[in-house]
């Protein structure tokens, strides 16, 4: 089975750093997704790691931890339409050699003045 | 860009009925899946097709099930509707197992 947590909300001010941690436990790790979900939309992709170490993409970065079961989501120079839920998701084996994605419950994410 | 098209963003409907929720991709991608989102809940898999005819359980499948006849169309079917099915349901596709999933804009499907 599959255990992600994140934090359920977070605060940040508009032009600050936010990380937004995410933690797993699975049995065949194959790769991390991070989306971005407004409210009322659908989620849409931001990173993607499957190898330990940080990927960046402009203001967004993503780093693994294999080891530790560990993810990070790090947004810079905030905005106030960075405003949203950020989810987790890990993809691994779900048997006879198929895959599938496990998401985590979402992050949501309010930007202030 | 990719487009995952919803029949319905809204639909009410009775308990009892029986629900088809179809979904359309244009880009030629051999995976779709099928997830529900609710509050405190988060995004759950309900099930998944890799390949024309293909389906596989995701984690809540009971009281569903799915039909992929063609590569670009898979629809979501509840049997006999009842008012726990009440929630927004999410179409998404990709390319491979390796590749991100694109989502459609959601049906918020209401039991009464």
């Known amino acids: 089975g599959q255990n992600i947590d994140q934090p359920t909300e977070m605060t940040a001010t508009e032009g600050a750093i936010v990380q937004i941690n995410c933690t797993y436990q699975t049995s065949g790790f194959n790769g991390l997704f991070w989306y971005q979900q407004h409210a009322g939309e659908a989620p849409t992709f931001l990173s993607y790691?499957?190898?330990?170490g940080l990927e960046e993409k402009g203001r967004f970065s993503s780093f693994l931890s294999r080891s530790k079961g560990y993810s990070y989501l790090l947004l810079k120079e905030l905005q106030m339409k960075d405003s949203a839920s950020y989810l987790c998701a890990v993809r691994d084996e779900s048997g006879a050699g198929s895959y599938q994605l496990t998401f985590g419950k979402g992050t949501k994410l309010s930007v202030i003045p | 860009d990719v487009k995952v098209t919803q029949s319905s963003r809204y639909l009410v409907k009775r308990t009892g009925e029986k629900v088809f929720l179809e979904c359309v991709q244009d880009m030629d991608h051999e995976n779709m899946f099928w997830y529900r989102q609710d509050p405190g809940l988060g995004l759950r898999l309900i099930y998944f097709?890799?390949?024309?005819?293909?389906?596989e359980k995701g984690d809540i499948p009971e009281g569903y099930s799915v039909s992929r006849e063609k590569k670009e169309r898979f629809s979501l079917i509840l049997e006999s509707a009842s008012t726990n099915q009440t929630s927004m349901y999410l179409c998404a596709s990709s390319l491979g197992s390796h590749q991100p999933q694109h989502f459609g804009d959601g049906t918020r499907l209401s039991i009464l």
């Open positions: 097709s890799y390949d024309v005819k293909m389906k």
């Open positions: 790691n499957v190898l330990d």
